[in-house]
């Protein structure tokens, strides 16, 4: 079945340093959404790209879709203590046109931040 | 509360035993979603419910699993016979259908642990 690919893994950062992780697949991903899951917390939605080479902002955070659409990122400037977490993302299965929820994540990546 | 409530939050049972994860989604999503995930993986879909029908079912979800959306509320899953590699966390989400972005709204999850 489809895998979507996400690196790093770990990626230990000093605050105020930036911070990007990227996602890959070797099939065209239809929907990119992108979660945050605090330690011991839960997956919260953050953004969807849907058009290739699409890019959106929220604040510090970079999210881009690739021209192709087979891949993303997300590019967090000047880290702070409070982006500590895992950052997931996942594709949207479009089944006959349609996409209803079912997400394929990738591995995520594990961000912590040393003040 | 307006966000997807799971119990209980922790479960840890013996080999063999059966258990059962309750999730009250927001009250006007339509669609309900059950995922597992592993420790150091991304949530791994197992089934989806629009209302009361459940439409789609992942492999990864043996006989031993059953999910029922009885009124088209809250839902159940139950694992019987429990092995030890069912140990997860188990993720409740919900969405509204008609909202275009598919956003998902995940509970704070039901951790098994199977001895």
């Known amino acids: 079945g489809q895998q979507v690919m996400q690196i790093p893994q770990y990626q230990h950062v000093q605050e105020g340093e930036d911070f990007t992780t990227y996602c890959n697949s070797s099939?065209?991903?239809?929907?990119i959404q992108w979660y945050k899951q605090r330690p011991g917390g839960h997956p919260v939605f953050l953004i969807q790209?849907?058009?290739?080479?699409e890019v959106k902002k929220q604040k510090r955070l970079t999210f881009q879709f690739g021209e192709a659409k087979k891949n993303s990122s997300l590019h967090i400037t000047a880290t702070q203590t409070t982006d500590v977490g895992t950052y997931f993302c996942?594709?949207?299965?479009?089944?006959?046109?349609?996409?209803?929820?079912?997400?394929?994540f990738g591995q995520g990546t594990i961000l912590t931040v040393h003040p | 509360d307006t966000g997807v409530s799971q119990d209980p939050r922790h479960k840890i049972t013996k080999r063999g035993q059966n258990v059962t994860f309750r999730c009250d989604p927001i009250?006007?999503?339509?669609?309900l979603y059950w995922y597992r995930q592993t420790l150091g993986q991304g949530p791994e879909f197992l089934t989806y419910f629009q209302n009361e029908a459940q439409l789609e079912k992942s492999r990864l979800l043996s006989d031993r699993f059953s999910a029922e959306r009885p009124k088209g509320s809250f839902s159940t899953l139950e694992i019987q016979r429990t092995e030890q590699g069912d140990s997860a966390m188990y993720l409740c989400?919900?969405?509204?259908?008609?909202?275009?972005?598919?956003?998902?709204?995940f509970g704070a999850g039901s951790r098994l642990t199977v001895l």
């Open positions: 099939t065209t991903l239809s929907n």
């Open positions: 009250s006007e999503h339509n669609r």
């Open positions: 790209l849907v058009k290739s080479g």
């Open positions: 989400a919900s969405s509204l259908a008609w909202s275009g972005a598919n956003v998902l709204t």
């Open positions: 996942a594709d949207l299965i479009n089944a006959g046109g349609t996409s209803y929820g079912k997400l394929t």
